[in-house]
């Protein structure tokens, strides 16, 4: 009976969004309302879960979620996504391109949402193009294969954020292990992109050239536009490898110092600083609207993973795991599970968003159930629902819109090109999740 609840409430977190276009926010506390009920939940336990789940959950990333919005919209404003970009294309150079391309969508889309990263590197892409003589559904497949990768794995992107969040696993760890598994995920989305690119047939519309909003130059050296993205990273890591229980630097003053600095919240305030540092010439009229902007952007992604931390807490009000008589003491089994539970998700909304925090919250009753309990164990449970969350991306999913509308493809071609790259990216992320359980 309480799985048919479970596969009931996941049916009208669906059909509620697809359907009659509810927003997630409502969807999910309805959600939350509805299976407290049938579950058996009285009025005032109900309350209390949403309560105390919602303030739970953000209690400890809901600034975290805003100051990476306001990095994001920092360095797109500032034109310092496409020096990013460009530093990496220097680096690897014009004869690997589609490479460098990939590489740079990773990157920028660590801070920014991956439709925002591909409309900014969209001219750059058609760009190197025509320079190469590579078709151009080459760099755009391989452009949309590395924003993705980082967009569902590595925080402070919000989905992974807001997972680490909700199953209370350690930021630092999902930070360390995203990047781990996410770099050979967007490889595989360039090898993708290069065998599939060079064999579709495609008739390119003919469409004026267009660069994009110019930003005029603001005297960013290129470590400049690295250092709001990269302090936070940094330091955040350093905390996680503090804290390891062998304390390699001891607990004295400088293990306080990291631990601080550490802090998600601490790290990305620090990155904040840094971002403000690059709008320095502009003036100050112009920028009075981008903080808004970031914290408008933030601001449903905030009440989204809170809502979802309360759908959660409602569910962990009963044993799930014991009513309906599930076992599993395999963490690869309970791995499985909740990749096959964001997969459904992802495929059915198309949101990778809502997939991820509808996924953390039914999986996070059931963590110990999966055997599912180090530190190490709760990250790559936030890094298999991402993977899942990105298996696959359709034509319900406004970023394969994005895609096939800024690169004049077909229909037809994206669904052969980015839907099966996504296909094969989420596979060879679940698949990384497994060996690393295996061997950590």
Same mark, same amino acid.
């Given at each position: 009976?309480?799985?048919?609840?479970?596969?009931?409430?996941?049916?009208?977190?669906?059909?509620?969004?697809?359907?009659?276009?509810?927003?997630?926010?409502?969807?999910?506390?309805?959600?939350?309302?509805?299976?407290?009920?049938?579950?058996?939940?009285?009025?005032?336990?109900?309350?209390?879960?949403?309560?105390?789940?919602?303030?739970?959950?953000?209690?400890?990333?809901?600034?975290?979620?805003?100051?990476?919005?306001?990095?994001?919209?920092?360095?797109?404003?500032?034109?310092?996504?496409?020096?990013?970009?460009?530093?990496?294309?220097?680096?690897?150079?014009?004869?690997?391109?589609?490479?460098?391309?990939?590489?740079?969508?990773?990157?920028?889309?660590?801070?920014?949402?991956?439709?925002?990263?591909?409309?900014?590197?969209?001219?750059?892409?058609?760009?190197?193009?025509?320079?190469?003589?590579?078709?151009?559904?080459?760099?755009?497949?391989?452009?949309?294969?590395?924003?993705?990768?980082?967009?569902?794995?590595?925080?402070?992107?919000?989905?992974?954020?807001?997972?680490?969040?909700?199953?209370?696993?350690?930021?630092?760890?999902?930070?360390?292990?995203?990047?781990?598994?996410?770099?050979?995920?967007?490889?595989?989305?360039?090898?993708?992109?290069?065998?599939?690119?060079?064999?579709?047939?495609?008739?390119?519309?003919?469409?004026?050239?267009?660069?994009?909003?110019?930003?005029?130059?603001?005297?960013?050296?290129?470590?400049?536009?690295?250092?709001?993205?990269?302090?936070?990273?940094?330091?955040?890591?350093?905390?996680?490898?503090?804290?390891?229980?062998?304390?390699?630097?001891?607990?004295?003053?400088?293990?306080?110092?990291?631990?601080?600095?550490?802090?998600?919240?601490?790290?990305?305030?620090?990155?904040?600083?840094?971002?403000?540092?690059?709008?320095?010439?502009?003036?100050?009229?112009?920028?009075?609207?981008?903080?808004?902007?970031?914290?408008?952007?933030?601001?449903?992604?905030?009440?989204?993973?809170?809502?979802?931390?309360?759908?959660?807490?409602?569910?962990?009000?009963?044993?799930?795991?014991?009513?309906?008589?599930?076992?599993?003491?395999?963490?690869? $089994?309970? =791995?499985?599970? +909740?990749?096959?539970?964001? @997969? %459904? *998700?992802?495929?059915?909304? !198309?949101?990778? #968003? &809502?997939?991820?925090?509808?996924?953390?919250?039914?999986?996070?009753?059931?963590?110990?159930?999966? $055997?599912? =309990?180090?530190? +190490?164990?709760?990250?790559? @449970? %936030? *890094?298999?629902?991402?993977? !899942?969350?990105? #298996? &696959?991306?359709?034509?319900?999913?406004?970023?394969?819109?994005?895609?096939?509308?800024?690169?004049?493809?077909?229909?037809?071609?994206?669904?052969?090109?980015?839907?099966?790259?996504?296909?094969?990216? !989420?596979?060879?992320?679940?698949?990384?999740?497994?060996?690393?359980?295996?061997?950590?």
């Amino acid at each position: 009976m309480v799985l048919l609840i479970l596969l009931l409430v996941v049916l009208f977190i669906i059909v509620a969004t697809i359907r009659f276009k509810m927003h997630p926010v409502f969807s999910l506390t309805i959600a939350a309302i509805v299976s407290g009920f049938l579950l058996g939940l009285s009025p005032n336990e109900i309350i209390k879960a949403l309560g105390e789940g919602f303030g739970k959950t953000l209690s400890g990333i809901a600034l975290v979620i805003a100051f990476g919005s306001v990095i994001g919209i920092y360095l797109e404003k500032t034109g310092s996504t496409k020096l990013l970009a460009s530093s990496v294309l220097k680096l690897i150079g014009t004869k690997r391109s589609p490479l460098a391309i990939n590489l740079a969508g990773y990157i920028v889309s660590i801070p920014v949402f991956c439709d925002s990263g591909f409309i900014i590197l969209s001219s750059l892409h058609k760009a190197l193009s025509k320079k190469s003589g590579i078709p151009i559904l080459v760099f755009a497949i391989s452009l949309s294969m590395g924003l993705y990768a980082a967009h569902v794995f590595v925080p402070p992107t919000p989905g992974p954020l807001a997972a680490a969040a909700i199953l209370d696993a350690d930021l630092g760890m999902v930070l360390i292990l995203g990047l781990v598994v996410s770099l050979p995920v967007s490889l595989s989305g360039y090898f993708w992109a290069t065998f599939i690119g060079k064999s579709l047939k495609m008739e390119e519309k003919k469409t004026e050239e267009t660069v994009g909003d110019e930003v005029e130059d603001l005297g960013i050296r290129p470590y400049m536009a690295f250092l709001p993205l990269l302090s936070p990273i940094v330091l955040i890591a350093l905390k996680s490898i503090v804290n390891y229980p062998t304390y390699p630097l001891g607990q004295g003053l400088v293990f306080k110092i990291v631990d601080f600095l550490g802090n998600p919240i601490i790290a990305l305030l620090i990155g904040v600083f840094f971002a403000f540092f690059l709008g320095r010439k502009v003036p100050s009229k112009e920028k009075t609207s981008w903080i808004p902007e970031a914290l408008k952007q933030a601001g449903v992604i905030v009440l989204i993973t809170g809502t979802g931390g309360a759908f959660g807490a409602v569910l962990r009000t009963v044993d799930i795991a014991s009513v309906i008589d599930l076992q599993s003491n395999s963490g690869l $089994g309970g =791995l499985l599970i +909740t990749f096959v539970i964001a @997969a %459904v *998700l992802k495929t059915a909304q !198309g949101s990778s #968003t &809502v997939a991820i925090i509808t996924t953390a919250a039914i999986i996070a009753p059931l963590l110990d159930t999966f $055997g599912l =309990l180090t530190v +190490t164990d709760k990250a790559l @449970a %936030v *890094l298999a629902i991402g993977a !899942g969350a990105m #298996t &696959v991306s359709h034509i319900n999913d406004s970023y394969f819109w994005v895609v096939s509308q800024f690169s004049n493809i077909n229909v037809k071609n994206a669904l052969r090109g980015h839907t099966l790259g996504s296909l094969i990216q !989420g596979l060879t992320g679940i698949g990384i999740v497994l060996v690393l359980y295996a061997f950590l």
